[in-house]
């Protein structure tokens, strides 16, 4: 079946370091979701992307689809010590239901 | 408004007790999903229903799991018998409408340990 690839699994940075996530599909996608899981928590939206290159940002967060829709990143810049918890991808091909498909996550820590 | 709401937070059973999971999504929403949740294998669709109709079961894992969605404000996973390698949080979603680019509303998990 239709796999997202999400790497690096797991980030450990200094508070005020940069950190990127990246997801790729082997096929091309309709849109993407991300989602933040706090420590203990559950999956909250963050924000869609649905063009081809589409930039979005959401304060310290930028989201990036690729031109060719087959790959997403998300990038914060200076991470703080509320960033921690795991960035899940959640990509769509379409279709007339439209379910989501997971990746794995990459955790994200931060040493203050 | 209230959020996607899943009960137990927590159970712990013996193995080869009937566990079930329930939830109800939020008012309004038509899409309700079944998540599993493991360090191993991330995070899985088990099952999503459209107007309390299941519509994709193939993440189901086999026949002890069951799902159901008797009306639009209520539905059950249910697990019987449990086994140890079901330990795992469950978590239930609900969107509104059937296009993949609308977000899904998470509650906050049931987490489930079989002993």
């Known amino acids: 079946g239709q796999q997202v690839m999400q790497i690096p699994q797991y980030q450990h940075v200094q508070e005020g370091e940069d950190f990127t996530t990246y997801c790729n599909s082997s096929t091309t996608l309709s849109n993407i979701q991300w989602y933040k899981q706090r420590p203990g928590g559950h999956p909250v939206f963050l924000i869609q992307?649905?063009?081809?290159?589409e930039v979005k940002k959401q304060k310290r967060l930028t989201f990036q689809f690729g031109e060719a829709k087959k790959n997403s990143s998300l990038h914060i810049t200076a991470t703080q010590t509320t960033d921690v918890g795991t960035y899940f991808c959640?990509?769509?091909?379409?279709?007339?239901?439209?379910?989501?498909?997971f990746g794995k996550g990459t955790k994200l820590s931060v040493k203050p | 408004d209230a959020g996607v709401i899943q009960s137990p937070r927590h159970e712990v059973t013996e193995m080869g007790q009937e566990v079930t999971l329930r939830c109800k999504p939020i008012?309004?929403?038509?899409?309700l999903f079944w998540y599993r949740q493991t360090m191993m294998r991330g995070l899985e669709l088990l099952i999503y229903f459209n107007n309390n109709v299941p519509i994709d079961d193939s993440g189901m894992p086999e026949d002890r799991f069951s799902a159901k969605m008797p009306n639009a404000s209520f539905s059950t996973l249910k697990i019987q018998p449990s086994e140890p390698r079901d330990s795992a949080v469950y978590f239930c979603?609900?969107?509104?409408?059937?296009?993949?680019?609308?977000?899904?509303?998470f509650g906050d998990g049931t987490r489930l340990s079989i002993l």
């Open positions: 008012s309004g929403h038509d899409y």
């Open positions: 979603a609900s969107r509104r409408g059937r296009a993949s680019n609308q977000p899904q509303h």
């Open positions: 992307l649905v063009k081809s290159g």
């Open positions: 959640a990509a769509s091909t379409g279709g007339s239901q439209g379910n989501l498909i």
